[in-house]
């Protein structure tokens, strides 16, 4: 196994809730947007955001596909571990890219086949490469909660200061959709906990902004702050995560962060 490699609002008046507003957008980006539009209070100071990790690279322009590589990227999409292996072995590479930048092994990450993946680990692939949209299958798999995913990737060198498109490491999004197991696995790895996406927030604030505060955030929350989570770490507007929980109604999460210290 190779080592983990480390780096160091509220709404202004009733509006429907933004899935309604946008369906196809992912929460973060219709926050962004909301605050872009004027709909969230103005900006205050910028949070001190800790170092990040550079931009990823962006991935190798589209090279012409072997028959054996169509049939590899085809295989690994449908999770055919079987097929997989024959075209391998057929010659084709296992770095291959689709049109959208996707490697094998993050097409069998989408498709949630965990020994497919675990093949293509074994034959070599690189779970850092990441695609047009920035996701690697150690980002992606975090972000879905594919804990065994995760897991195989952490031990196949994945790199924990990787960011996705919104400037974020995996435990962020992990912490926003309320993926318990893989939070914990990967507060395990030197990931940093207090690491500021690009719209300024970190992994505690996305659990509070984009929690429900039910039992498995307030967990969550918990592990963040045992891990060194920054209890006062505000958002670009210089709201706190206790501030927001207030404001949210979540109650025992807010207990919790008062417990820790948050103001």
């Known amino acids: 196994m190779h080592g983990w490699r480390a780096s160091g609002a509220p709404i202004i008046g009733p509006m429907p809730p933004?899935?309604?507003?946008?369906?196809?957008?992912?929460?973060?980006?219709?926050?962004?947007?909301?605050?872009?539009?004027?709909?969230?209070?103005?900006?205050?100071?910028?949070?001190?955001?800790?170092?990040?990790?550079?931009?990823?690279?962006?991935?190798?322009?589209?090279?012409?596909?072997?028959?054996?590589?169509?049939?590899?990227?085809?295989?690994?999409?449908?999770?055919?571990?079987?097929?997989?292996?024959?075209?391998?072995?057929?010659?084709?590479?296992?770095?291959?890219?689709?049109?959208?930048?996707?490697?094998?092994?993050?097409?069998?990450?989408?498709?949630?086949?965990?020994?497919?993946?675990?093949?293509?680990?074994?034959?070599?692939?690189?779970?850092?490469?990441?695609?047009?949209?920035?996701?690697?299958?150690?980002?992606?798999?975090?972000?879905?909660?594919?804990?065994?995913?995760?897991?195989?990737?952490?031990?196949?060198?994945?790199?924990?200061?990787?960011?996705?498109?919104?400037?974020?490491?995996g435990l962020i999004p992990a912490c926003e959709r309320g993926h318990l197991e893989t939070v914990r696995l990967l507060l395990s790895t030197p990931i940093d906990v207090n690491h500021v996406n690009d719209l300024g927030w970190t992994a505690l604030l996305e659990t509070v902004v984009l929690g429900d505060g039910s039992a498995t955030y307030v967990q969550i929350a918990r592990l963040l702050l045992a891990r060194g989570a920054q209890v006062n770490l505000a958002d670009r507007q210089g709201v706190t995560p206790l501030r927001h929980a207030e404001r949210r109604g979540q109650r025992r999460v807010a207990d919790l962060l008062r417990a820790a210290g948050g103001k």
């Not at 054996?68 to 391998?88: I, M, N």
């Not at 296992?94 to 993946?117: M, Q």
């Open 18 to 169: 933004f899935d309604l507003l946008a369906p196809r957008l992912p929460r973060r980006a219709l926050m962004c947007g909301a605050i872009g539009l004027g709909l969230a209070a103005p900006r205050a100071a910028w949070a001190k955001a800790p170092a990040k990790a550079p931009a990823a690279a962006k991935p190798p322009p589209p090279v012409p596909l072997s028959p054996q590589d169509q049939q590899l990227l085809a295989a690994a999409r449908a999770g055919d571990a079987a097929a997989v292996r024959r075209a391998l072995d057929a010659g084709a590479a296992i770095e291959a890219r689709d049109a959208d930048g996707r490697t094998p092994v993050l097409l069998a990450t989408l498709a949630r086949h965990v020994p497919t993946v675990r093949l293509l680990i074994d034959r070599g692939a690189n779970v850092n490469a990441q695609d047009r949209q920035r996701d690697s299958a150690f980002l992606l798999a975090s972000a879905q909660g594919l804990t065994e995913i995760v897991r195989a990737t952490l031990g196949a060198g994945a790199d924990v200061a990787s960011t996705n498109r919104y400037g974020g490491t």
